[in-house]
Each structure stands twice: as structure tokens, then as C-alpha cells.
């Protein structure tokens, strides 16, 4: 199948290029590029040249399929730079995303028109590395340094009309290539602008760079490449074009194969997997416009305001009126806090409230489609809520429990229709974690468990399958995670360290810190509750701390103390002396052995879970340690980590 195809509108030549599924820039598209500059050139009917592209987005960027492999010419700055040199003018006509060398050879053109809906973006360092086609040259020539930085380092796009309003792009369009085309006729009757490497760039002082410099830093967290990013855009706007794309290519062939830009792609394709997996290609989803929540606690409201983000309706059931008042405050304040932060107008807030609907009658639950339950974590209050669900929800809606340890085959016990039952095991916040942990039990219908990744991708989440064991994918680790650094403890290794290494490693906090935050009652009750239950479960450091008083931030102290009032983890002499009898003399572990050590163990739980058949990939153990628990992805997981060290 061609790639690409030239049509003519008079003097304007229309290139479409068509290269699903999202027009990457393999080798075969650039030669065919390359060859179509040539031969308009040549053209002397041709007076300009529109590019465009067929299906759901322009060039989407290189073809990170093709990276990991040797660069094949014609390599991308050269065809954006003989584009950009054309004997005729090329006029860029972007729909959907032009992204990264997308972008880059859209910049390449002499002007870019783009339609309403589009965006542009240069993601480069999200993938670990830097623009690799001048991108960090040229955007500063049509935007300035300082929107360039925001661009390059953080990797978000931004839609057209702030592209226009930046000079990324010339014109706005409804009906892009006939527009675009008329943009073309129009723009020969003028002088043309000079090429964008022709164009100068707006001096910036010393101290933009040491304050661009300081918050690159702090953003990226232990990233390298949007630092890296940042060195290109600063000698961007102290060398010469040749010099400085001189500079990007060199950067950008050097992180091409850094073990950080490896551990991105891993993440890349694993996130673009994860909504679509090949076992329900052909399941289509049962419908789901109207969502109904059970509890408008902690989770409850944050997973009614993800759906409601989502654009979906939402009925919410409480218990009694208090709590039904409680619930709907919890959801104001999470709508007021998006207003807040510039993420939400505060009509649309107030739109949010007015057309949730409100009860404790479970009746009103009558015409959803999915019925979600974060109720109690107590097995006889879900099952009281199943039981009603199954007297007043349809016959067809799909029912969910949002439970964490509970096992989702005693909640469903009884249930009519066991088919539509499965766990959605949501993060807190709902409405901001990412993860969706989706537990279908042994009855659970094919098309029901469609349903539950159907609404992961509608409510921009990552899906991952689990099977039933304590925990799920993501608590199991966890609880393995910190049973390891209590170990290390024991072994003499001081709390602030273990803490201290984990951060090093690039989490946003360390075990102990963490468990200080959410409280270590949570999971005292749970091993109590095992305990009770006859279960042979040895007391840990943490039941030493709960058992004196000590459950977290919220008494005032835990693993570390706190000044009243304040978060600032403290080591602490009263935990010292509690654990003294327990601990080992200090055996100056270093921080890269502790880190080893904890990830190491994550690994091993990890493999585990592989083994028993609880998760369907390692990868998908990566997407639930970096999406539930915030683990840094430009390390990949623990999975992706453990296989680089045991290839
Ligand atoms: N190369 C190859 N395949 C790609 C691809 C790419 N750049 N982007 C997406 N795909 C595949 C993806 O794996 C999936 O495949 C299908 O397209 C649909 O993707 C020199 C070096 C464009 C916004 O980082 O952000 O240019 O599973 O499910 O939700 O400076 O894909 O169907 O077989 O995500 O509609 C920079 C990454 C590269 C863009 C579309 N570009 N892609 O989202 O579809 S580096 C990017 C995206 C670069 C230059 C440097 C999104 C999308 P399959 P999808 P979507
Ligand atoms: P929560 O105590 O904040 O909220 C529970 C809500 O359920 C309360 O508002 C309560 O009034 C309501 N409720 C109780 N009985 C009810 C009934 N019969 N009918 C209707 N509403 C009823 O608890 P939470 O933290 O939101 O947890 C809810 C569920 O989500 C639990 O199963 C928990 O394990 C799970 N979960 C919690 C987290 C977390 O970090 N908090 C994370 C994932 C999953």
C-alpha cells in the first residue's frame, strides 16, 4: 500500500500521507517524503505544496518501533531541513496530534495550518529522550524560549488554538485541506516569511536558565532527558541553527539507548496495551451511560467525580441523610478544589452537582448501568448492600465492589445474575490515581468484563486484570514491600534510611513515611483480624508502634514523630526505645543496597504472582506499581528493573 499520494488543486499539490495507524515516520514514509520534495520541485505547474495526512491524527511522530534499532536515512532532521529548503513552499495541515518529529516536520514547513481540534506537542522526554529533528531549534524561533521550555521539558501538548496564540501554528481551519489549500494560493500573492532555522530568537538572560534549570529539576524527579531537553533549547539560543541541531542530535543519540529511555518505551507500549487486551477484542462492552455509587466516603466520591469527569451520570446511595450530606459535601470539595487549581469552571462545578442524583433509597439505582460499591470494608455491610442491589438494580447492570481485602466471591455470594458481578478496585484518590484493578470471580461474563475495561478507557484510566488473592496485584506487593523493610530494620538499618534510599530511588516517599501518611491501624486491623481469624500471622514492628499509640500522622506520631500541626517526619527516641529489643547495631548498608533490597522483593512478589496466574504480564505489574503507588517510570517497574539486572 502507497504511502503517500499526490494530488494536485490547480498550482497547490496536496501530499496525503497514509501510514496507519497513526502515520509514525518509518523509514519508507521518509524516503517517500524525501523522493516527493524532489519530484514537486521538478513540477513547474506546482506553485506550492499542502501536506496532510489520512486517518485520526497527522504524523504522530517517529516510529518508536524503530527505535533500540541502528537509525536508517534518510534520518528525520535531514528530510525536515530539505523540506524546509523546497523550492516550493510547504503548507503543514495537521488534524488530530502532530507529535514529536511530527511536529518537528511540520516546523520544517513554511507555515502550519491546523484544525480546531487539533494539537501539537513535543513528547520526546517522555519517552527518555530529546527531539531528534531540530525540534528544540526551531520551536523557540516560532514561539520564544520560555514557551519552548514549557513545550520541550514537559512534554504535554497543547491544543491549536493556544498553538496559534503562541505562533506554533499560522491559521485555524473547520475544513482543513480546502482551507489550507486557500491558506497556500493565498500566502503566494505575499512576500514568504524566512525559513523558521532563518528566524532569530529573543535573547533571555543568565537567570531564566538557573530558574529553568532549578524547576526542570525539581519536575522531572530523577528524570534525565528533560534536563537534557533544557541544555539543547539553552544552546539553542547561543549557537548558530547548523551548531545547535549539532547539539540535539548528539543529545539525542546518546539517550536513544540510556537505560531510561528503554524503561519508558517498556512503559509506552505497556500502557497502550493494557485497555485493549487481545482476549476481549471481539467482547463488546455492555452499554454504560449511567453510573450508581454506593457510599460517598473517601472512594466513593472521588470514583462519582472520575465518572462525572468522564461525562457520565452518576446517582449516588448513602445510608442515611447525614450521610448522604456528608457524600455530597466529599464531591463538592473535590469539584472546589479542581476550580481551584484552574482544572474546572465553577459553572461546570455547579453543573457537576445539579445533575448528580442523591438518595438513600436504593430504588433510585433502577436505571443504571454499572453500580459501584465502596461501602465499609466489613463483609456484612457489602453483602447488605449486594442484597439490595440485587432486589432494585436491573437485571443487566453490571455490579461492582470496590473492596480491598476482601474476597469478592463472599460479597457475591447469593447474588441474582452472578454473571454481571466483578471487583473494580479503584486507588485513592479515585478521581486522580490512574489504576483500576478489575477482578472479575469465576462467573463474571465475558462482555461484563469488557464493560469494567470500557470504563477504565472512558475514564482515562490503565486497567490491569488480577486474579483473587490477598490483596490483588498491587496491595500483595505491598504488603510484601513492608515486610522487607521491616527487615531491613531488624538488620540494624535505620527507619530515615530505608526512607531516604526509596526516595533516592525516585518513589515520592519511602515505606515508613508512607505508612505514617495512611495510618498503620489499616493494616494492623487487617493481620488482627487474620489473627482472629486463626491465622498464624507473627507480630511485626508495626504492631509493636500501633499497640503503644502510635498509628501515624493522624495521633501525632508513627514510625517517626510530628510537631503538631506539621507533616515533617521526625525520627523518633520513644520508637527507638519500643523496637530497641528488636534491632540490629547500624550495619551502614548503602542506599543503592537498601533500594536493591526492596525492590528486590517487589520483583519476587511480582514473579509470584506471575507464577500463580494472578496478573497476565510483568508488565502489567509495572503499569500497577507506577500508576497505583506512584513508582517512577522512567525506572519502568520493578519487574522491568529486575530484568535488566537478570536478563
Ligand atoms: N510509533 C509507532 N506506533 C505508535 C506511535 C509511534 N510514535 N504512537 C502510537 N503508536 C501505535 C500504538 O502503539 C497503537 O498500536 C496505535 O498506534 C494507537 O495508539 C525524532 C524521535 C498518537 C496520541 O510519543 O501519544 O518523534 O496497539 O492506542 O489513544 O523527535 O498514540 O494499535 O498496534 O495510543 O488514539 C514521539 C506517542 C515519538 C506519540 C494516539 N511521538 N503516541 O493515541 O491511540 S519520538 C509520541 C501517542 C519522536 C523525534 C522523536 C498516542 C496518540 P496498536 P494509541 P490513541
Ligand atoms: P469510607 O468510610 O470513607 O466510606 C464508606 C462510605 O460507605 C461511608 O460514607 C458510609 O456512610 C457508606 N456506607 C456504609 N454503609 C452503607 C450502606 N449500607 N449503604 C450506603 N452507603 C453505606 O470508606 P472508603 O475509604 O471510601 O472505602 C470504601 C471501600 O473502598 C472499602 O471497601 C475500602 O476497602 C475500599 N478502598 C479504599 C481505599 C482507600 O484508600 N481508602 C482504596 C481502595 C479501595
Not at 155 to 170: E, F, H, T
Not at 300 to 307: K, L, N
Not at 342 to 365: E, K, N, P, V, W
Not at 520 to 526: G, K, N, R, S, V
Request: net charge neutral; proline share 7%; charged share 20%.
Amino acid at each position: 500500500m502507497a504511502l503517500t499520494r499526490i494530488d494536485r488543486d490547480g498550482e497547490i499539490a496536496v501530499i496525503t500521507i497514509d501510514n496507519p495507524p497513526v502515520n509514525a515516520l518509518s523509514q519508507a514514509l521518509r524516503q517517500d517524503l524525501w523522493d516527493a520534495v524532489a519530484a514537486l520541485d521538478a513540477d513547474p505547474s506546482v506553485a506550492a505544496v499542502v501536506l496532510t495526512c489520512a486517518g485520526r491524527t497527522f504524523i504522530a511522530g517517529a516510529d518508536v518501533t524503530e527505535f533500540g534499532k541502528p537509525p536508517q536515512p534518510p534520518h528525520l532532521p535531514d528530510l525536515v531541513d530539505r523540506i524546509e529548503g523546497a523550492a516550493k513552499p510547504w503548507i503543514a495541515a495537521i488534524h488530530g496530534s502532530a507529535l514529536g518529529g511530527g511536529f518537528e516536520v511540520a516546523m520544517g514547513c513554511r507555515f502550519r495550518v491546523a484544525a480546531r481540534g487539533a494539537s501539537v506537542g513535543l513528547p520526546e522526554v517522555t519517552l527518555g529522550i530529546v527531539p531528534g529533528a531540530s525540534g528544540t531549534v526551531r520551536t523557540p524561533r516560532l514561539a520564544g524560549v520560555q514557551a519552548a521550555v514549557t513545550l520541550v521539558t514537559t512534554g504535554k501538548p497543547v491544543r491549536a488554538p493556544a498553538a496559534l496564540s503562541m505562533g506554533l501554528v499560522d491559521a485555524l481551519a473547520d475544513d482543513l485541506v480546502p482551507e489550507a489549500v486557500a491558506f497556500a494560493r493565498d500566502a503566494l500573492t505575499r512576500p514568504l516569511p524566512a525559513p523558521v532555522s532563518a528566524r532569530a530568537i529573543a535573547p533571555v538572560d543568565d537567570a531564566f536558565w538557573t530558574e529553568a534549570e532549578a524547576a526542570t529539576r525539581k519536575a522531572a524527579k530523577g528524570a534525565e532527558a528533560p534536563l537534557r531537553a533544557l541544555a539543547c533549547l539553552r544552546r539553542a539560543s547561543e549557537v548558530a541553527f547548523p551548531e545547535a541541531t549539532a547539539f540535539e542530535r548528539q543529545t539525542f543519540m546518546d539517550l536513544r539507548g540510556s537505560e531510561q529511555a528503554a524503561a519508558l518505551r517498556h512503559v509506552f507500549f505497556a500502557e497502550r496495551a493494557a485497555p485493549r487486551p487481545a482476549r476481549l477484542r471481539d467482547v463488546a462492552p455492555r452499554k454504560l451511560a449511567h453510573v450508581g455509587v454506593i457510599g460517598g466516603g473517601t472512594m466513593g466520591a472521588g470514583i462519582i467525580a472520575a465518572c462525572q469527569d468522564a461525562g457520565l451520570a452518576v446517582t449516588l446511595i448513602e445510608r442515611d441523610d447525614e450521610a448522604l450530606a456528608r457524600g455530597v459535601a466529599n464531591l463538592r470539595a473535590i469539584h472546589d478544589g479542581a476550580v481551584s487549581r484552574g482544572r474546572l469552571t465553577a459553572d461546570a462545578a455547579a453543573a457537576r452537582l445539579d445533575t448528580l442524583t442523591a438518595s438513600t433509597d436504593y430504588a433510585a439505582i433502577g436505571a443504571c448501568d454499572l453500580v459501584i460499591e465502596a461501602v465499609f470494608e466489613q463483609i456484612d455491610v457489602k453483602r447488605a448492600v449486594f442484597d439490595a442491589l440485587g432486589r432494585h438494580a436491573r437485571a443487566d447492570a453490571v455490579l461492582a465492589t470496590n473492596t480491598s481485602y476482601l474476597d469478592p466471591r463472599d460479597i457475591a455470594q447469593g447474588l441474582p445474575h452472578p454473571e454481571r458481578f466483578i471487583g473494580l478496585h479503584f486507588f485513592s484518590p479515585a478521581n486522580v490515581m490512574r489504576l483500576l484493578e478489575i477482578v472479575p470471580v469465576r462467573n463474571t461474563a465475558p462482555d461484563v468484563l469488557a464493560t469494567g475495561f470500557d470504563l477504565a478507557r472512558r475514564l482515562g484510566k490503565i486497567p490491569v486484570q488480577s486474579g483473587i488473592c490477598d490483596g490483588f496485584i498491587g496491595n500483595r506487593i505491598l504488603k510484601r514491600t513492608r515486610a522487607e523493610a521491616e527487615a531491613l530494620l531488624r538488620e540494624g538499618v535505620p527507619i530515615a534510611a530505608v526512607d531516604a534510599a526509596m526516595r533516592a530511588h525516585g518513589m515520592a516517599m519511602g515505606p515508613f513515611e508512607a505508612q505514617d501518611l495512611g495510618g498503620l491501624d489499616i493494616a494492623f486491623l487487617q493481620r488482627e483480624g487474620a489473627r482472629a481469624a486463626g491465622q498464624d500471622i507473627p507480630e511485626t514492628l508495626g504492631d509493636i508502634l500501633v499497640r503503644a499509640g502510635r498509628k501515624g500522622q493522624k495521633t501525632g506520631g508513627g514510625w517517626y514523630d510530628y510537631a503538631p500541626g506539621q507533616r515533617k517526619p521526625m525520627p523518633s527516641a520513644a520508637v527507638a526505645a519500643l523496637l530497641s529489643p528488636h534491632l540490629a547495631p547500624d550495619p551502614g548498608m548503602a542506599p543503592e543496597a537498601i533500594a536493591r533490597r526492596i525492590i528486590g522483593a517487589m520483583a519476587a512478589e511480582g514473579q509470584a504472582i506471575l507464577d500463580e496466574g494472578i496478573a497476565a504480564s510483568a508488565a502489567d505489574i509495572d503499569l500497577v506499581k507506577i500508576h497505583g503507588y506512584g513508582y517512577p517510570r522512567w525506572r519502568g517497574g520493578p519487574m522491568f528493573q529486575q530484568s535488566r539486572v537478570n536478563p
